[in-house]
């Protein structure tokens, strides 16, 4: 059983592997190791990972010790299953990556597209020789509404709509339309190139604000909001079993 912690912008995200599979997750703005007992249903995990966003995560290291017979800190000193092409990996973050190697697992031998729809938005490639070769970041569904509130004099903090329309008729709905439609056709243009450079191009949702664009883009694409936790558990295998050393 493996115990997979990762630290995000916003929230903890906490999830059990049992054989490769998710059995139990939780999501949670602070982490108590109540939680963790819970979690397990009493049990202690095999092997646990913690990785993080947010810079150092010692005191979430002191935490899960407890928890499990082996503890992994996912850094950027960290062997992955994958080769990275990254120019500057000490500043690539680990939820990228991860998510990167989650994809290498489920589409083994493809080309795939990662859109991650969090805090940011990032769109990154893996090509089918298992290479993370980049992508890119811009602000993502909440930061764009949170942004046009906070550095405007009047405009409301808005959210999310289900709307296609592409005129407002007040402005709430012209704030909900313009990051909405912004963000779809952002998206949809990233594709579109993408997929006229790279062949045979499998295109993954994930993210917490994915449910939201799943619909609104008509491209084929695959959604799977647990590609970070399926990355990191592999990452975990990768290093507990010294398979890179091989």
């Known amino acids: 059983m493996n115990l997979i912690v990762d630290i995000g912008n916003t929230l903890v995200k906490l999830a059990v592997f049992d054989g490769g599979r998710i059995v139990a997750q939780r999501c949670v703005e602070r982490l108590h190791p109540s939680m963790l007992g819970e979690l ?7 092997k646990a990972v913690v990785a993080s966003t947010r810079g150092e995560a010692d005191d979430v290291i002191e935490t899960v010790r407890p928890y499990a017979d082996y503890l992994l800190e996912f850094t950027s000193q960290t062997p992955v299953p994958v080769a990275n092409a990254y120019h500057t990996p000490e500043t690539l973050g680990r939820d990228r990556l991860a998510a990167a190697v989650g994809a290498t697992v489920l589409y083994p031998g493809r080309n795939v597209l990662i859109v991650d729809f969090g805090t940011a938005v990032t769109i990154d490639l893996v090509t089918a020789d298992n290479t993370f070769r980049g992508g890119c970041i811009s602000p993502g569904m909440k930061t764009r ?45 990233y594709m579109a190139r993408m997929e006229k450079k790279i062949d045979d191009l499998c295109v993954i949702f994930t993210g917490g604000d994915a449910k939201y664009f799943a619909k609104r883009i008509k491209n084929t694409i695959f959604a799977n909001c647990n590609l970070v936790f399926c990355g990191l558990d592999r990452i975990l295998e990768y290093n507990a079993s010294e398979e890179h050393l091989d």
């Not at 397990?40 to 095999?46: K, M, S, W, Y």
């Not at 808005?158 to 779809?184: D, F, H, K, Y």
Request: hydrophobic letters at 35%.
């Open 40 to 46: 397990l249903e009493g049990r202690r995990a095999a």
């Open 145 to 189: 509404f949170r942004a046009l509130h906070d550095y405007t004099a009047c405009l409301p903090l808005c959210g999310p709509t289900e709307s296609e329309e592409l005129q407002g008729l007040t402005t709430e709905e012209a704030i909900r339309l313009g990051v909405m439609n912004s963000l779809t056709f952002e998206i949809e243009g």
